[in-house]
């Protein structure tokens, strides 16, 4: 499978406790995207890498929340302390970019987040 | 603030009926408006990029086209397997920033 692979599929943990997610993207791509998902509405931006810089940070992305991609390669995704807010699904993407080309995002399955 | 507005929320259509998908927007500048199709418990699969108004993009049974403030998604003889949340968003050119901003999505059913 080529594709990009999102682990773990599905999290339940309590209030307050540390959470980290894990992204492989589709091995030549160098832009990797996180998005996050509540029922009934679209995905909403949270940050996104070109390699293993991150040059995007949304508002929404609060202190609690943190994410790295080292070597431009898998990224991970930690929200510390979790609250009952941060329950969502959280999606990540990669794409192919260059000045050239056109932004065709790739989406894995997501991580389901349920706080308790 | 970019915005993207999509209606109907739920479509339901019988196998052969074909329809149309709203999606309205309002964007500081158009990079891009993205069409992604959405089945449950997955994540969002590309359709099409549209870049400005006029232009059209066809791919089976699905056609989409953008006009200054929106876009639609045609969809002509639909079969069941069609049937996903369709999600719009689009691209702003202007701050500099990557983000997609997505609508709510249009939840469509195809009955046989």
């Known amino acids: 499978d080529t594709g990009v692979s999102q682990n773990p599929r599905h999290k339940i943990t309590k209030r307050g406790q540390n959470v980290t997610f894990r992204c492989d993207p589709i091995s030549e791509h160098n832009r990797l995207y996180w998005y996050r998902q509540t029922l009934g509405q679209g995905p909403e931006f949270l940050t996104y890498f070109q390699n293993e810089a991150q040059l995007e940070k949304s508002r929404l992305l609060s202190d609690r929340f943190s994410a790295e991609r080292p070597k431009g390669s898998f990224s991970t995704l930690e929200i510390q302390r979790t609250e009952q807010g941060d329950s969502a699904m959280y999606l990540c993407?990669?794409?192919?970019?260059?000045?050239?080309?056109?932004?065709?995002?790739?989406f894995g399955s997501g991580t389901q987040l349920s706080v308790l | 603030e970019d915005q993207v507005t999509q209606s109907p929320e739920a479509l339901r259509l019988q196998e052969g009926e074909s329809s149309s998908l709203n999606c309205s927007y309002t964007v500081s500048g158009l990079r891009g408006l993205f069409w992604y199709r959405q089945d449950p418990g997955k994540g969002p699969e590309f359709l099409f990029t549209?870049?400005?108004a006029g232009e059209e993009k066809e791919k089976e049974r699905l056609k989409a086209t953008l006009t200054k403030k929106e876009s639609f998604l045609h969809i002509t003889a639909p079969k069941p397997e069609d049937s996903a949340t369709y999600l719009c968003a689009v691209q702003a050119r202007q701050g500099g920033s990557e983000k997609l901003v997505f609508g709510k999505g249009t939840k469509l059913t195809v009955n046989p």
């Open positions: 549209l870049y400005s």
């Open positions: 993407a990669s794409s192919s970019w260059t000045v050239a080309t056109n932004e065709k995002l790739f």
